[in-house]
Structure formats: C-alpha cells, structure tokens
C-alpha cells in the first residue's frame, strides 16, 4: 500500500508566476479529504495522505497545506519539519550526518533510520552552520544582485540561501558564479541545488533526501509506502528514496535522465493529479 502520497511545489503542484489550476488542486483536496475521514472511522482506504516536500520557506509552504487542507506534517527549506497542530519547527541539523549515512539497501523497509532527537527551532537557529548560509546571502544580496537586478533574495529562510529569477539563463549563469564562490571561500560542504527559477544553498546534507526520511519517521511509515514527485536537481535526493518516484514532463533534464523514476506525460498540477491517481489504482489493484 501507498500510504502517504508527497509532492514538491513549484514545477509540480504550482507554476511558477502562474495562476494555480485551482480545480486539480480541489481535486487533490477532496482526496485528502476522503483519506483523513477514511482513516478516522478506521476504514481501509486506498487514498494516500498528502504532504509536501518544497524547497520553499515555511509562511508560503503552510498557507498552501491549509488551501489543501493538509494536516499531516510537512517539509519547507527541504529538510525542516512543520507539524501544523503543534506549530513546531523541528530538523536534524545537530545529526544530520547519522540521518543521512542510513542504509541504502535496507531504506525502503525502514520505518526510520535513527533513534535520534530532532533539533528544536531555537537550536537550528542557533546552529553554527547558519553562519555559513549567512555568508551566502550576504554575498546574493551586496554582490549578486546588485549586478543582475532581475534577481530577488528569497526572504524568510532559516538553513537555506535562496534567490529567485524568471529568467532560466540567468539562474543557470548564476548557479556556476555560485559554485565558484562557495570553492573559493572554502565552503564546498554548503549543496547548490536548482530550478528553472531558483538557486538554493543549503547545509549539506540537509537536503530533500532528509527531508523524505523525517517524514517517514514522523508517519512512522517505510518510504517504500510512500510515493514522491519532483521536478529539478533539488529533488533527485528524495526521489531516489522513495518506493514511487514521479516526475512530470517538465522536470529538467537532469531528473528526467534517471532510471528507476515514472516519468509522466502531463505537466505541473496536472501530473501531481495523474501520479496521485495512479497511486489510488495500485492501491485498488
């Protein structure tokens, strides 16, 4: 069975600078309905739960799980945990090494993959990675931007160095600028990961991979239950965990590349609805 049914954000359940397909998504929102009343009569349900996995920052991440009505726990940043009934923020940034070397092998029965206590807001905050994303923005913001305008920070991140563009070119010339920083100043442990519209520097390790392992620890569920859909490098991580790996026709070339993913026909919205579906008919079947 297909318990819990994750999707990335932008390139999948939204555009981006786009207006949403707002019938797909109160399609996907009836679904989640129907699984949660499932579940709370004790019915056997071939609806998955929904949740999302974004590289996004938590205000934008929780007003579009509460237009789904998702109460499950979800990620933001790509590995930090939001539980919407207990408003907490929680990451394994202290541990993030032992959460990131579990075995492979044995990944997709594991229900978790430590016994290790999560890190509270105020210690992820705290933690002395920050500096280094820190010195990140600094340089997006007095260096990068001022010499291409175009591009935006993306405000309100904690463990992530965003900037945003709508030129694609652009944010593919930037992402090597990027990588020649982060050698030059001698923070290669920091990951680039990319959209058509997004640059993110995050701690290594604390990536989308993670992301998807707290969440199956949080659902106390294998990740081979769970299916996942992404659509750029940021994604491969999770996608590569996960028992229903999806990908939609727009995901870059990159994603696209890797054997092992279902690599759908439709696009964005319309191919989170078709890979949800294709979960409830496994489910049937």
Known sequence: MIDYFVTDVDGCLATPFQEPDWDILSKLRAYHQQAREDRQNKKPSPYPLLSICTGRPLAYTEALAQWLGIRTPFIFESALLFDLDSYQVKGAATNRTSWTNANPQAIHSQKTVGDFELDSFSSLSSHPGVQ???QVKQWFL?????????????????????LVCHDPSLVDKVEKETAHYLEKQGLTH???HTTDVSINVLLGGNNKGLGLKLLANQFNTPLGQIAYIGDSSGDIPALDLVGYPFTPSNARAIVRQQDGYQHLASQTTASVLEAYEHCVKLNMS
């Open 190 to 192: 920091l990951e680039i």
């Open 142 to 162: 007095h260096d990068v931007v001022a010499r291409y305008p175009e591009m935006s920070i993306e405000f309100a991140k904690i463990l992530d160095a965003g």
């Open 132 to 134: 280094d994303i820190e």
